[in-house]
């Protein structure tokens, strides 16, 4: 669900933004929603993947679930900067 409101939302703001003519942040939100979209397509299926194997208890793929874990979180926490970021700017 994540992902899609993700989606949702950034292109919501990217359509606001270029009705504003404030194409830069219309082109940032684009790409924030491009990035929803890829990580639903990549990471999900991955993870799943993985829980599958852990859960037939398949322990070696534990690392591996961490690890794209900690990498979707590491780029939703570099999305929320970029959101943070855009708002503080907009702000002034």
């Known amino acids: 669900i994540y992902y899609r409101a ?5 292109s919501a703001t990217a359509v606001s933004f270029a009705l504003a003519s404030r194409l830069g942040f219309a082109a940032g939100a684009a790409g924030l929603a491009l990035i929803a979209i890829m990580l639903r397509k990549r ?4 993870m799943e993947a993985l829980g599958t194997q852990i859960q037939a208890n398949g322990l070696e793929a534990i ?5 794209t874990h900690v990498t979707a979180i590491l ?6 900067v970029a959101i943070v970021w855009s708002l503080i700017a907009l702000g002034r």
Do not use: D, E, M
């Not at 780029?75 to 929320?80: A, F, G, H, K, T």
């Open 75 to 80: 780029v939703n926490i570099v999305q929320l």
């Open 43 to 46: 990471i999900i299926p991955k």
């Open 63 to 67: 690392p591996g679930f961490r690890r």
């Open 6 to 10: 993700a989606f949702v939302t950034a």
